[in-house]
């Protein structure tokens, strides 16, 4: 029979007694160790005590007896022994011949408070003073009977400051990690979400002297993250802005488009498992196409049997968090691409803890793979560029071909856009797209540089704009070649007239043919870009051109008799053919695409400006009888009305239905100041 083994005898009162080497020890390295399990909250009891004392402080300046410690930290020496024995035993202290107690080296980098290093205001205020409190209550919180979120408990300006207090220093260089894994080159904005004190966001606004970093938290944080980056840079206070919000609010107030980079950190496990889609439907939303969801968390791995500490982690987290989700990379992946994301990756951050999922949001043109150009080809005179067909049937594109498609999508929703031929940062051919918001009348803030290489948009009057591009040689679209003669691209200017930068390159019917890939014909061959139904019997695009030029000429007679001018803008009318298409979708049950048009129209008032456009439907093509209809609704007679600095256009759509049903649309819009 097996027994287990005799360690020594020990006499007690008279008795002869076995001691096993472990009251409750494992035999097998499979198996728990519950004595270290039960006993790891007195160790850990140890650390703070020294941490509080100043234990680890007073031996930083060398090593020290008990009766020197004893009076440096204001304790008896009896109890100041038993505390230094622990420590030693815990491998936190070293003890030498002559009897002087001197600092571990780990414990010298880290729980020192003068070290740059210094992390023991987060053990023992935040996991001592927060959590081990809560850990108390785990078994009534497991049962339901007490419960207390993260909003309950940061209400409280005292917990709110010594949490945030802790985990700023206990964040910094986990940042630093972070920010060296992930990176910032191309990152003007970022949103730190639930960032608390703002430590990964004043990270990385010394990483990137470009990037502006806005924190949203709870009020009680934000205002002890404000008062930290005061102290952190009183000068100069870092380029950090906190916003005042609860991060699981289903709506941010934050633009949509306008950040680089959304940060979660320390975040997913402490919201209820069913917020965790919503905020990453709102990071979706406020992020620029090829925009980075970073996620960083405590985590365990996708088959759920360890790290320990990752586990542990998430069980604290049930405390506050009683509806939560113990996490795993495999967790926030899935809800990742739900909310539209792709290219999802994880990596190990802290070890046997924190992991990082990273995702981004899809750019179309950027996401073709990029084809390479051989020395031969990159040395012609002569580049060669594939039509959109052959593009889609080799899977891949070069920068120029990514310029041209994205320029004519652009184009497409009637955006002025350019493609551009320069070189880059480093000096070598490049092409981009530039759009510019008010043709010759644009300011550098109204001019955008869209880069496929990257996914970014830089405005001409950013600083990244001189980091990104050393020159620009010509810019061409559909209609027009120009050459630019400025050696310096800080001296550059968009204004096409201007005779100080551009040359306008002579072209005929030929050359502009060849610049017009597709001809601006109905239902062109097989060649064309999209797939075609078969084509209906009826020719719409003549039709749609008749109704807008007899209803054009209806409303300069109408306003003639008013005696106001009428200036048609035909720019506009193509605007308003994105609103119509939109008008159809939403007839048809299908997702509004309302904010495409809204954006499109933003771009072409000025300020001061509004657009005003009324859209009717007519199912009949007894286009005789659409003014008398039009004429007498009240929304029509007042666009009508508009002053005479006001531009009008028509936009006309017919819509062939089954069984030769047709919907016509009809759209009126004025745009100046009303």
């Known amino acids: 029979m097996s027994r287990r083994p005799i360690c020594r005898l020990k006499v007690v009162t008279g008795h002869a007694t076995a001691l096993r080497a472990s009251a409750c020890g494992s035999e097998s390295e499979d198996d728990v160790d519950l004595d270290s399990l039960a006993y790891g909250f007195m160790a850990s009891q140890a650390l703070f005590a020294a941490l509080e004392l100043g234990v680890f ?4 300046k060398g090593p020290q007896s008990v009766s020197d410690l004893a009076a440096g930290c204001g304790v008896p020496c009896n109890r100041l022994q038993t505390l230094l024995t622990a420590l030693v035993a815990a491998k936190c202290l070293r003890r030498d011949e002559s009897q002087l107690y001197s600092n571990s080296p780990n414990v010298q980098k880290f729980m020192v408070s003068s070290s740059k290093a210094y992390y023991g205001d987060y053990f023992k205020h935040q ?59 191309t990152t003007g904005q970022m949103l730190d979400v639930g960032g608390g004190s703002g430590a990964f966001s004043l990270q990385a606004s010394r990483m990137n002297p470009e990037l502006r970093a806005t924190v949203l938290d709870f009020p009680e944080v934000c205002r002890v993250g404000r008062s930290l980056m005061e102290q ?67 985590m365990v791995d996708d088959t759920r049997d360890g790290p320990a500490l990752g586990a542990y982690w998430a069980l604290q987290h049930v405390t506050v968090n009683p509806t939560g989700l113990g996490l795993a990379p495999c967790d926030i992946s899935s809800r990742m691409k739900a909310a ?40 012609s005179a002569e580049p060669r560029w594939t039509s959109f067909p052959a593009l889609w049937a080799k899977g891949r594109a070069t920068f120029e071909e990514r310029a041209l498609l994205l320029c004519s999508l652009l184009l497409g929703y009637s955006l002025d856009a ?37 996914a970014q948009r830089i405005k001409a009057d950013d600083p990244r704009y001189l980091r990104s591009f050393s020159s620009v040689d010509t810019v061409f679209n559909h209609q027009r070649i120009l050459v630019c003669h400025e050696d310096e691209l800080q001296h550059v200017c968009y204004d096409f007239s201007d005779p100080r930068s551009w040359l306008a390159a002579p072209v005929d019917q030929e050359i502009l043919d060849v610049l017009r890939l597709y001809p601006s014909t109905f239902c062109p061959g097989v060649s064309d870009l999209a797939l075609k139904t078969w084509p209906p019997s009826m020719d719409s695009e003549p039709l ?13 007679s109408h306003r003639e008799a008013a005696g106001l001018p009428t200036r048609l803008d035909s720019h506009l009318a193509q605007l308003l053919h994105v609103a119509l298409v939109n008008c159809e979708c939403e007839r048809r049950g299908l ?70 049903a047709v919907a016509v649309w009809v759209l009126i819009a004025a745009k100046g100041k009303m």
């Open 57 to 60: 402080d007073h031996l930083a």
């Open 127 to 185: 996991v001592g003073g927060l959590f081990y409190a809560r850990m108390g209550q785990l078994a009534k919180v497991l049962r339901g009977e007490e419960v207390l979120d993260y909003s309950q408990w940061f209400s409280d300006p005292t917990v709110a400051s010594l949490y945030t207090s802790a985990q700023h220093n206990g964040s910094l260089a986990t940042a630093k990690s972070l920010f060296r894994k992930v990176s910032l080159a």
């Open 232 to 298: 952190a840079a009183p000068e100069k206070p870092p380029r950090v802005s906190f916003k005042e919000l609860d991060a699981t609010s289903p709506s941010w107030p934050v633009e949509a488009e306008s950040q680089d980079l959304v940060l979660m950190s320390y975040l997913c496990g402490s919201v209820p498992e069913d917020l965790i889609a919503q905020l990453f439907q709102n990071a979706f939303r406020v992020l620029r196409a090829g925009g980075r969801l970073v996620v960083h968390d405590f």
């Open 340 to 379: 539209g994301f792709d290219r999802v990756e994880a990596f190990d951050m802290i070890a046997a803890m924190t992991k990082v999922v990273h995702a981004t949001k899809p750019c179309f043109v950027s996401l073709l793979p990029l084809e390479p150009v051989g020395a031969k080809e990159a040395a």
């Open 418 to 454: 350019w493609v551009c031929l320069g070189t880059d940062d480093k000096g070598l051919a490049h092409a981009w797209v530039l759009v510019r918001d008010r043709a010759d009348a644009s300011t550098p803030a109204q001019v955008t540089l869209w880069d496929p290489r990257n």
């Open 544 to 556: 749609e051109e008749a109704i807008e030029s007899k209803l054009g000429a209806a409303i300069r």
């Open 591 to 660: 997702p509004s695409q309302a904010a495409v048009f809204e954006g499109l129209a933003s771009r072409v008032c000025a300020p001061g400006e509004v657009l005003r456009a009324t859209p009717v439907q007519f199912n009949h093509l007894r286009v005789s009888l659409f003014w008398s209809a039009l004429s007498d609704r009240a929304s029509i007679r007042e666009v009508l009305a508009s002053p005479a600095t006001t531009a009008f256009a028509v936009r006309a759509r017919v819509v062939r239905q089954p069984e030769d």
